[in-house]
């Protein structure tokens, strides 16, 4: 095992944001873990445990030790007449898995193609995209225990799944490492094309709606929609859609009635955080290094040699102009180190 010091985070989150990690360690292996628990003088630290980087915002420092999770794998651990049942190891690419389950067959997460990001970060903040969530064919999630060193597993309901949110991101946080997820796929799938462009996209391209058609199509919006991280920084959107009673959204409709909104639960609506940014005017705007995309205003991007400072400012400025214009919250949706 290599613990790393002073080592550079730059290129291992996705706004690209400068940042040193006080140790660091790739962590590829159970007995690296138990090496890393077995050791005082490491285990005595803070512990930031690093996927892919791409729903984060770094400090210049990160105090403590930084694991970068890296096991890999995935299989298909189990088929019934209804269902398969398909493992995937934390470390892995999300959206090479998503690609690999649709080449051996095994539909359901088409929607959720190029979301970045690694496999095990995907329950932590329930991810989702284009009518679909990964809470709705999540199986189960496998966790070493950070205090016992053991494994425990959760099933769908224990993480306790809403927007994304989960268990682990509220009283799990900081005490479990995703080790592995499985899905439970149905064979008889269903196909999500109601929201968005999908069907448009497949309109324009002729195509049937099949699970590989529903994958290109959300590639193609999204590669068209939003930044690729490795041409500019970003981390994805930058706000939660916000939830407001059916009151509070009716009352704005008649003030704005292009206000894009779409009913949550009873009695609730989910506004869209984009729009309201755009029309605070912050679409294409910068702030120093930093700014709201262009093609996307809930996107906050990295123009070049920001740090976590300049992304702070530019998003409490977002905030407070959507909140003096429509008198409503937005929140963040990284999480902030
Ligand atoms: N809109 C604007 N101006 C903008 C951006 C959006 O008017 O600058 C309007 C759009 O016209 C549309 C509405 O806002 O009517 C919603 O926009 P969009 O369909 O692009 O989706 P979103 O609400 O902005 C959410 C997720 C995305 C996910 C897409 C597709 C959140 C916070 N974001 O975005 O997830 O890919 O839906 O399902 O829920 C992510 O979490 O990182 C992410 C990219």
């Known amino acids: 095992m290599q613990v790393h010091t002073q080592f550079d985070l730059s290129s291992l989150n996705t706004l690209h944001l400068r940042s040193s990690a006080e140790h660091f360690v790739d962590l590829s292996s159970p007995e690296t873990l138990q090496s890393l628990l077995n050791d005082p003088s490491l285990r005595k630290l803070r512990w ?31 088929e019934d007449a209804n269902f398969w049942f398909v493992k995937v190891q934390a470390g892995e690419n999300w959206h090479e898995f998503v690609q690999w389950t649709l080449q051996n067959g095994y539909w359901g997460l088409e929607n959720l193609s190029l ?33 016992s060193g053991t494994l425990k597993n959760f099933l769908n309901k224990e993480c306790q799944f809403a927007y994304r949110d989960s268990f682990f991101k509220n009283a799990g946080a900081g005490k479990y490492i995703v080790w592995d997820v499985t899905f439970r796929l149905p064979k008889k799938n269903t196909l999500h094309l109601e929201y968005g462009d999908i069907k448009k996209e497949l309109e324009r391209k002729q195509a049937a709606a099949t699970p590989r058609s529903i994958a290109e199509a959300v590639i193609h919006i999204r590669q068209t929609k939003l930044p690729d991280p490795k041409v500019i920084g970003n981390a994805g ?32 609506y989910k506004l869209a955080a984009g729009w309201l940014i755009d029309q605070a005017g912050w679409k294409g705007k910068k702030l120093g290094p930093v ?40 929140d963040p949706e990284p999480i902030r180190w």
Not at 56 to 76: F, H, T, Y
Not at 132 to 140: A, G, M, N, R, Y
């Open 48 to 78: 930031n445990i690093l996927g892919g980087g791409s729903n984060l915002v770094l400090p210049a420092m990160v105090q403590g030790l930084v694991l970068k999770i890296s096991n890999q794998g995935k299989e298909l651990v189990h």
């Open 237 to 268: 959107s930058f706000f939660k859609n916000p939830i407001v009673s059916e009151q509070q959204r009716n009352l704005l409709l008649q003030q704005f009635p292009n206000l894009v909104s779409f009913p949550y639960q009873t009695g609730e």
């Open 291 to 330: 700014g709201m995309y262009e093609k996307q205003a809930l996107v906050l991007v990295n123009h070049g040699g920001a740090a976590a400072d300049d992304v702070w400012k530019l998003a409490a400025e977002v905030v407070s102009d959507v909140k003096n214009k429509f008198a409503v919250q937005i």
């Open 115 to 147: 979301i970045p990001g690694t496999a095990g970060a995907a329950p932590i903040q329930n991810i989702g995209a284009y009518g679909v969530e990964v809470k709705d064919t999540l199986w189960e999630v496998s966790c070493f225990d950070l205090h």
